[in-house]
């Protein structure tokens, strides 16, 4: 006999609300990254194809893609390392048997440039999908503790009390401040109390902090609405590392359209589409400014 699997949400397993959770983010995480470079002088395509390759692999070769007059983009494999583990000898991936592909071993920044969206050189996906996955756990027990909670009372009475109990549980139900019973009525009825935490809270605000690293991981803003004093310099610092990261993928993918111009002969280029984070004294600076201004050209509070 197969063991019976228990199942939640509308007959989906656990297994299977985790994965549709864990798709769902995944999902929102992939378009936030997709729309986080702005590319000029690439077609849709191609912008699609290049971002999609970081995403999945954290690196792309570009080449001179003769037989259609313009730039290309494809995977590569590693055929040859120099001095300082940089590759120096790469073989294109054709993965959709594209006519036109060279199929030959070419030589790095002559025939063909390297780019890489992170220093590591490693995929967005891996980082992404480590935060996701703690996520998707967390939703999983706030989805358990909030099933918990639906719990009802479980009232132990004799079978001549029954109708007694009832309607000493709809008194206290109906929000009657003093239920009288009689000392039989207390000792035949006995309520079960489940004593489970609520920590949905807790859980939330952590399922929040880990979203924030991610972001900030990405170099996107996810500043808090409320500022607390007493975490400014926490705050700024977070703000900084948003910053940093941002401008360290853009730097490297300036790096590939500089190299490409320079080997390929053609102009690309790319910027993050997100504006830097102040910090919480200059935005509060500016904020103050311009109550300032509106007070001197009679503009209303």
Same mark, same amino acid.
């Given at each position: 006999?197969?063991?019976?699997?228990?199942?939640?949400?509308?007959?989906?397993?656990?297994?299977?609300?985790?994965?549709?959770?864990?798709?769902?983010l995944?999902?929102?995480?992939?378009?936030?990254?997709?729309?986080?470079?702005?590319?000029?002088?690439?077609?849709?395509?191609?912008?699609?194809?290049?971002?999609?390759?970081?995403?999945?692999?954290?690196?792309?070769?570009?080449?001179?893609?003769?037989? &259609?007059?313009?730039?290309?983009?494809?995977?590569?494999?590693?055929?040859?390392?120099?001095?300082?583990?940089?590759?120096?000898?790469?073989?294109?991936v054709?993965?959709?048997?594209?006519?036109?592909?060279?199929?030959?071993?070419?030589?790095?920044?002559?025939?063909?440039?390297?780019?890489?969206?992170?220093?590591?050189?490693?995929?967005?996906?891996?980082?992404?999908?480590?935060?996701?996955?703690?996520?998707?756990?967390?939703?999983?027990? &706030?989805?358990?503790?909030?099933?918990?909670h639906?719990?009802?009372?479980?009232?132990?009475?004799?079978?001549?009390?029954?109708?007694?109990?009832?309607?000493?549980?709809?008194?206290?139900?109906?929000?009657?401040?003093?239920?009288?019973?009689s000392?039989?009525?207390?000792?035949?009825?006995?309520?079960?109390?489940?004593?489970?935490?609520? &920590?949905?809270?807790?859980?939330?605000?952590?399922k929040?902090?880990?979203?924030?690293?991610?972001?900030?991981?990405?170099?996107?803003?996810?500043?808090?609405?409320?500022?607390?004093?007493?975490?400014v310099?926490? &705050?700024?610092?977070?703000?900084?590392?948003?910053?940093?990261?941002?401008?360290?993928?853009?730097?490297?993918?300036?790096?590939?359209?500089?190299?490409?111009?320079?080997?390929?002969?053609?102009?690309?280029?790319?910027?993050?589409?997100?504006?830097?984070v102040?910090?919480?004294?200059?935005?509060?600076?500016?904020?103050?400014?311009?109550?300032?201004d509106?007070?001197?050209?009679?503009?209303?509070?």
């Amino acid at each position: 006999m197969s063991k019976r699997t228990e199942t939640l949400y509308y007959g989906s397993t656990p297994d299977e609300v985790y994965n549709r959770i864990k798709t769902n983010l995944m999902n929102k995480y992939y378009n936030i990254f997709m729309n986080s470079m702005e590319w000029t002088d690439l077609s849709r395509e191609q912008e699609d194809y290049v971002m999609r390759k970081f995403w999945a692999e954290g690196q792309i070769a570009a080449f001179d893609f003769k037989a &259609i007059d313009e730039i290309g983009f494809a995977p590569f494999s590693v055929c040859g390392i120099g001095l300082y583990d940089v590759p120096t000898d790469v073989l294109l991936v054709n993965e959709r048997n594209v006519p036109g592909i060279p199929s030959n071993i070419l030589k790095v920044d002559k025939n063909v440039v390297l780019g890489y969206f992170q220093r590591n050189h490693k995929p967005v996906k891996m980082m992404v999908e480590w935060y996701v996955s703690r996520m998707a756990q967390v939703e999983m027990v &706030i989805n358990t503790n909030l099933e918990l909670h639906k719990m009802p009372w479980v009232v132990g009475v004799s079978d001549q009390d029954t109708t007694r109990a009832r309607n000493t549980i709809n008194k206290i139900l109906n929000n009657e401040i003093v239920v009288f019973m009689s000392l039989d009525e207390v000792q035949n009825v006995q309520a079960l109390v489940t004593n489970t935490p609520y &920590i949905i809270d807790n859980l939330y605000a952590y399922k929040n902090n880990l979203e924030s690293e991610l972001l900030t991981y990405l170099g996107i803003d996810n500043s808090q609405i409320d500022v607390d004093k007493l975490a400014v310099d926490q &705050i700024n610092a977070n703000n900084q590392l948003i910053n940093s990261n941002a401008k360290g993928y853009e730097k490297e993918l300036k790096k590939f359209c500089d190299k490409i111009q320079e080997v390929l002969g053609y102009t690309i280029s790319v910027k993050t589409t997100t504006e830097p984070v102040m910090s919480v004294h200059q935005d509060m600076d500016k904020s103050n400014s311009n109550m300032e201004d509106k007070n001197e050209t009679g503009g209303t509070l």
